[in-house]
C-alpha cells in the first residue's frame, strides 16, 4: 500500500511571506519563485499577483538576479559565456538582460580563466597523442562553455608552449 503524503493547504498570504523570506536569504529570479508556488499548489492569478508584490517590495529583480548569476557561474564554477547564456534562458530570462550581464565580464580575466583550467586540465591528463590531446580540451572548453576560436587559439598556446 502505497501512502502519499498529503501537502498541507498553504494561503496566499502565508505563500507571499514564504517567498519573502526566501528572496531575502537568497538571489531568486521570478522563474524560480514561480515553480516554489507551483510547488505549494497556488493557482496561477495568485502567483502572478505574489511575483508582482515581490518586484514591487524590491524581493525580486531580474536584472541584478542575472547579474549575481553571471558574476558567480564564471568567477567560482568558471564557466563560460555560452553555457551562463544556456542556463539564464533555461530560467526565461530575457535576451537583453543576458547579454549586459555577459558584457561586463573583463575580457582579459576570461582569457586567463580559459587559459587556467585548459592548462590544470593538460596537467591531469595522460594522452600523449597532440591531436588527441587538442581534441580533448576542446570538448573540455566547450562543456564549460567557451567559445570555440578562443578556446582553440589557446589550445594551440598552451601546446606550442609544452613542446
Known amino acids: 500500500m502505497e501512502y502519499k503524503k498529503k501537502k498541507k493547504e498553504i494561503s496566499v498570504a ?20 514561480r515553480k516554489k508556488l507551483n510547488d505549494w499548489e497556488i493557482s496561477s492569478d495568485d502567483q502572478d499577483q505574489i511575483i508582482q508584490t515581490l518586484v514591487e517590495e524590491k524581493f525580486l529583480n531580474e536584472e541584478r538576479y542575472t547579474n549575481f548569476y553571471a558574476r558567480d557561474k564564471f568567477r567560482f564554477n568558471r564557466w563560460g559565456r555560452i553555457k551562463i547564456a544556456h542556463h539564464l534562458k533555461q530560467k526565461q530570462i530575457s535576451e ?67 613542446n
Not at 14 to 33: G, H, N, T, V
Not at 155 to 162: F, G, H, P, R, V
Open 96 to 162: 537583453h538582460l543576458i547579454l549586459d550581464a555577459i558584457d561586463q565580464f573583463d575580457e582579459n580575466e576570461y582569457n586567463q580563466n580559459l587559459h587556467d583550467i585548459l592548462f590544470s586540465k593538460i596537467k591531469t591528463t595522460k594522452e600523449k597523442d597532440p591531436y588527441q590531446l587538442r581534441a580533448k580540451l576542446f570538448r573540455f572548453a566547450q562543456g564549460r562553455g567557451f567559445e570555440s576560436q578562443l578556446s582553440l587559439k589557446i589550445i594551440n598556446e598552451l601546446i606550442s608552449d609544452t
Open 14 to 33: 502565508s505563500a507571499l511571506s514564504k517567498a519573502m523570506f526566501i528572496c531575502s536569504r537568497q538571489e531568486k529570479c521570478s522563474y524560480d519563485i
